[in-house]
């Protein structure tokens, strides 16, 4: 497990124990001076979680990120509709700006998952993308774009009903133009994020 993983793991660590302490405490009394919540519930108990499994149908997430892809650095922008519980589409937009080159990695992708109680949720990941890669300016070439595919496991930790940590670790398989004996070439980059998700339920 490399140090960006360990570190990545650690962090969600951190969050749950202070969530879970949060939750514990009792709320301070309401006063006057404050101002009103939209969302009177969250005034009173702000890292209170509904009982029962996580609520994931009709509901839409928006997730920003950071990590690493491969050796650089790696920012995304992911949005994802659950029509089921067990089941969402997410659309990535993604760059990452290496030293030579920089790409862009767009993806649309499929979330498998299965609902528990309480606020670790786990699910995989699996979807196509593109990625355009765009030279640096000592090169005088083109932009490159490649197939690619997608893959791997994440995790959600619910700090309230609509705010979630999440971590997420994928590989990307790109495809090269160039081809071998075997075929054409193809080249692996890990993939790790960690960010928000903000969730909103998108039917009453």
Same mark, same amino acid.
């Given at each position: 497990?490399?140090?960006?993983?360990?570190?990545?793991?650690?962090?969600?660590?951190?969050?749950a124990?202070?969530?879970?302490?949060?939750?514990a405490?009792?709320?301070?009394?309401?006063?006057?001076?404050?101002?009103?919540?939209?969302?009177?519930?969250?005034?009173?108990?702000?890292?209170?979680?509904?009982?029962?499994?996580? &609520?994931? !149908?009709?509901?839409?997430?928006? %997730?920003?990120? $950071? @990590?690493?892809?491969?050796?650089? *650095?790696?920012? =995304?922008?992911?949005?994802?509709?659950?029509?089921?519980?067990?089941?969402?589409?997410?659309?990535?937009?993604?760059?990452?700006?290496?030293?030579?080159?920089?790409?862009?990695?767009?993806?649309?992708?499929?979330?498998?998952?299965?609902?528990? &109680?309480? !606020?670790?949720?786990?699910?995989? %990941?699996?979807? $196509? @993308?593109?990625?355009?890669?765009? *030279?640096?300016? =000592?090169?005088?070439?083109?932009?490159?774009t490649?197939n690619?595919?997608?893959?791997?496991?994440?995790?959600?930790?619910?700090?309230?009903?609509?705010?979630?940590l999440?971590?997420?670790?994928?590989?990307a398989?790109?495809?090269?133009?160039?081809?071998?004996?075997?075929?054409?070439?193809?080249?692996?980059?890990?993939?790790?994020?960690?960010?928000?998700?903000?969730?909103?339920?998108?039917?009453?």
């Amino acid at each position: 497990m490399s140090r960006a993983t360990r570190a990545m793991f650690a962090v969600l660590a951190a969050f749950a124990l202070a969530a879970s302490r949060a939750g514990a405490d009792p709320a301070p009394p309401a006063t006057s001076n404050r101002l009103e919540s939209l969302e009177p519930e969250l005034a009173s108990h702000p890292y209170r979680l509904d009982p029962g499994l996580r &609520p994931y !149908r009709d509901r839409l997430s928006v %997730s920003p990120a $950071y @990590g690493w892809l491969g050796s650089d *650095p790696f920012y =995304a922008l992911r949005v994802t509709y659950n029509p089921q519980s067990w089941l969402g589409y997410e659309a990535s937009l993604a760059h990452s700006p290496g030293q030579s080159v920089h790409a862009l990695l767009h993806t649309f992708s499929a979330i498998v998952r299965r609902p528990l &109680p309480g !606020r670790i949720q786990p699910y995989l %990941s699996g979807g $196509y @993308g593109m990625m355009v890669v765009f *030279p640096g300016l =000592a090169v005088d070439a083109a932009p490159v774009t490649r197939n690619a595919l997608v893959g791997g496991a994440g995790l959600e930790l619910y700090i309230r009903n609509d705010l979630a940590l999440r971590g997420d670790l994928r590989g990307a398989t790109v495809f090269g133009g160039q081809r071998d004996h075997d075929g054409v070439v193809a080249y692996s980059y890990s993939q790790g994020t960690i960010g928000l998700a903000f969730y909103r339920s998108i039917r009453p």
